[in-house]
C-alpha cells in the first residue's frame, strides 16, 4: 500500500527533466490577495506595520470588509485569487481580467471550500453577486492602496529571485530551490511542501511545468489546495520592511473631484448606468465624465448591444496608480 504524505505535506512527483525545466514567477494577484493577511493578522507581519496604516487609511470600509472576510481563520485564501504566474511579467489588468471572467459557479464553490461551514456574512448572497463583488473590492484595494506599493514590492521579489539564481549558477539547480525554505524540501524526483495548514495529497506534475513563486506575505510555502490545479509552489522571500508611503498627488487636483472620484471608480469597466449609480449622480452626469475622460486619453469605449462600457487606457491605469484619490 503506498504511504500517504504526512498530514501537512502536499508532495509533486517530477522527473528530473521537469525539475530542469521549472521556473521562477510572479503574479501580481496573488501577491495582492496574499497581502490580505497582513490586514487580517498583524501580529504575525511586524515588519509591515507602516504598511498596514497606509491600506487602513487608504482603503474604504466596505472594501476593507470584503477583503478581510477573504482570509480564513487559518490564514487561508481563496485559490481563484492565486493563480498560477504566467511567464513574462507580470500583469495585474490581464489578471483581473481572467477574474473577472471565471465561472461564477467556480467562485462560489471554492469559497465553500474555504468556510465549510458557512460563508463569512460579507460573502455571503448569489454566486453571482458575490464574483462581482470580490472582484470590485479586489480592484479598488488595488488602485487606491496596493498599486503604489507595487514597484516596491515586485522589486523584492525579483531580487529575491535573482539571488536563488545567482546560487543556482554557482552550486546547482537543486540546491537553490532546496534552500527556499526550512519547510520545503526539493529532490530530482519530488518537492515536498509542509505547511500546518495543508493541503495534504500526492500528484504528478505530469508535464505540466512547475513554477516556484516568492511573496513577502507568507511564513510557509504553500500549494494549490487541488491536486488537479496547475502545480506552483508559493514560497517566503526574504522579509522586507517597505518603507514610508510613497508620496502620490492628489488625482482631485489633477482631473477635479467629480472627474477623480468617475476615474477612480471605473475599474476593469463601467457603463454611465453603473457608474451614476455607484457615484449617485444621474446617467447623464456620469456619461459626461466618461467621455472627458475619454477624450482625455484615460479611458476607452467599446459597444456591446445597446451598451457602452468603457475601460481604462493603459495611460489611464499609470495615472491612477501614481496620484491618490481618497476613499469617499
Known amino acids: 500500500m503506498k504511504a500517504l504524505p504526512a498530514p501537512d505535506e502536499l508532495v509533486y512527483r517530477l522527473t528530473p527533466t521537469e525539475l530542469m525545466t521549472s521556473r521562477f ?71 483581473m481580467r481572467e477574474l473577472a471572467r471565471m465561472d461564477p459557479a467556480v467562485v462560489g464553490a471554492e469559497l465553500d471550500v474555504l468556510f465549510p461551514d458557512r460563508r463569512p456574512v460579507a460573502l455571503q ?27 516596491r514590492i515586485s522589486a523584492a521579489l525579483r531580487e529575491d529571485i535573482a539571488v536563488r539564481s545567482d546560487v543556482a549558477v554557482t552550486a546547482g539547480l537543486l540546491p537553490a530551490l532546496d534552500q527556499l525554505s526550512p519547510h520545503l524540501e526539493v529532490t530530482a524526483t519530488q518537492v515536498v511542501c509542509r505547511n500546518p495548514n495543508g493541503p495534504n495529497f500526492e500528484a504528478d506534475v505530469d508535464g505540466r511545468g512547475l513554477v516556484f513563486v516568492p511573496t513577502l506575505f507568507a511564513p510557509f510555502p504553500a500549494c494549490p489546495v487541488h491536486e488537479g ?13 517597505l518603507g514610508a508611503a510613497p508620496h502620490r498627488p492628489d488625482l482631485s487636483a489633477l482631473l477635479g473631484p467629480a472627474r477623480a472620484a468617475a476615474l477612480s471608480s471605473v475599474g476593469l469597466e463601467t457603463t454611465s448606468t453603473a457608474l451614476g449609480r455607484h457615484l449617485g449622480v444621474s446617467t447623464s452626469a456620469a456619461g459626461q465624465h466618461l467621455r472627458w475622460l475619454t477624450r482625455a486619453g484615460l479611458l476607452e469605449p467599446s459597444r456591446r448591444g445597446s451598451s457602452v462600457y468603457y475601460a481604462p487606457t493603459a495611460t489611464g491605469r499609470q495615472v491612477l496608480s501614481s496620484h491618490h484619490h481618497g476613499p469617499r
Not at 129 to 146: C, E, L
Open 25 to 95: 514567477g510572479i503574479s501580481a494577484l496573488t501577491e495582492a490577495c496574499l497581502s490580505l493577511r497582513v490586514i487580517r493578522r498583524p501580529e504575525d507581519y511586524p515588519h509591515l506595520r507602516e504598511w498596514r496604516r497606509h491600506v487602513l487609511a487608504t482603503t474604504p470600509l466596505p472594501v476593507l470588509q470584503t477583503l478581510a472576510a477573504l482570509v480564513s481563520d487559518d490564514m487561508s485564501t481563496p485559490e481563484f485569487l492565486n493563480p498560477r504566474p504566467h511567464a513574462g511579467a507580470p500583469d495585474f489588468t490581464a489578471e
Open 125 to 151: 448572497g448569489s454566486d453571482v453577486a458575490v464574483h462581482r463583488q470580490v472582484v470590485a473590492a479586489m480592484q479598488a484595494y488595488w488602485t487606491h492602496s496596493f498599486a503604489p506599493w507595487w514597484e
Open 229 to 241: 490545479a496547475q502545480p506552483y509552489v508559493l514560497y517566503p522571500a526574504r522579509p522586507v520592511p
